[in-house]
C-alpha cells in the first residue's frame, strides 16, 4: 500500500513550498491539487465565462483533459496537452480556481484523478479537503495554517519577485475573500480533519516550519 501524507490548509500558509520540500526529503511525489482547481478556472477564463457562473463552467468540463507529470523540477499540469504550469498562476487564475471549486460536479471531476495518483504513489498531495474528503485514510494528516497578515506578506513578496506591481493591501484582500469563499461553501469546505495534526506557522521561519512538518510525519509513520 502506498504512503499518503496529507496537507491541507488556507492560501499562502506556505503548503506548497514546504510540501515539495518534504516530499523531496521523504523520497515522496508532492502533488498539488490547487493546481487542477487553477487549471479549470483558466479554462473558463480564456473561454470568456465568468468562472461563478456555475453552469457555463460545468459545460466545459467535456472539453477538459487534465494530466499531472512529475518532474524533478516538481509538478508539471497539462490542460489538453498544453503545459500550463505557469499560466495558472496569475491572481486571475487564484480568483477563478476560488470559485470554480466551489462547484460540486467540478469537485466530482476532480476527484478520481487524485485518488488515482494517491493509490499509485507514495506521496504528499496539498489541497483544502485531502483529508476530509480525498484521502480521508491517509497516513499522516496535517493542516497548515498562518495569520492572514502572515500569508499575505509571504504571497506579496513572492508576487514582487516575480515582477507584479500589486499592493500588499490587494494581496491581503484577496486572501480574506478567498479564504471566506473556501471555508463557507457547502462542499468540501476548509476545514482541518479531525485527526489532523495542527501546524501554525506564523512564527516559523521556513526551516522551522519544515522540521515542525517533518516531525510530525516521522510521529506518525
Ligand atoms: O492551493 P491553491 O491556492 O493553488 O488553490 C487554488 C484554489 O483551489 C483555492 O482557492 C481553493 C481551491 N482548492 C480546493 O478547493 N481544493 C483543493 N484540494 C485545492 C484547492
Known amino acids: 500500500m502506498s504512503v499518503n501524507i496529507a ?7 506556505g503548503k ?28 473558463s477564463i480564456r473561454k470568456g465565462y465568468d468562472t461563478k457562473d456555475a453552469e457555463k463552467v460545468i459545460s466545459t468540463l467535456d472539453d477538459i483533459d487534465i494530466k499531472l507529470g512529475f518532474t524533478d523540477e516538481g509538478q508539471r499540469v497539462y490542460l ?12 486571475e487564475a487564484s480568483m477563478g480556481a476560488s470559485n470554480v471549486s466551489a462547484v460540486p460536479k467540478v469537485r466530482e471531476f476532480l476527484f478520481d484523478l487524485q485518488k488515482q495518483i494517491a493509490k499509485n504513489n507514495d506521496c504528499l498531495m496539498d489541497g483544502r479537503d485531502i483529508g476530509t474528503v480525498v484521502l480521508p485514510d491517509a497516513q499522516v494528516k496535517i493542516f ?4 492572514p497578515e502572515t500569508r499575505a506578506k509571504r504571497r506579496y513578496d513572492e508576487l514582487v519577485l516575480k515582477g507584479s506591481d500589486v499592493t ?26 479531525d485527526d489532523a495534526e495542527i501546524v501554525d ?9 519544515l522540521d515542525a512538518i517533518l516531525a510530525v510525519i516521522a510521529k506518525k509513520l
Do not use: C, M, W
Request: aromatic share 10%; no cysteine.
Open 201 to 209: 506557522t506564523s512564527d516559523f521561519t521556513f526551516d522551522e516550519s
Open 168 to 193: 500588499y493591501q490587494e494581496v491581503l484582500d484577496d486572501l480574506i475573500k478567498r479564504d471566506y469563499q473556501d471555508t463557507h461553501r457547502e462542499i468540501a469546505p476548509l476545514k482541518a480533519a
Open 16 to 43: 506548497s513550498t514546504l510540501a515539495r520540500k518534504a516530499a523531496e526529503k521523504l523520497g515522496y511525489i508532492y502533488v498539488d491539487t490547487g493546481a487542477l482547481y487553477r487549471t479549470v478556472g483558466l479554462y
Open 7 to 13: 496537507i491541507d490548509g488556507p492560501a499562502g500558509a
Open 144 to 147: 497548515l495554517t498562518a495569520s
Open 80 to 91: 489538453n496537452g498544453e503545459d500550463v504550469s505557469e499560466a495558472i498562476r496569475t491572481p
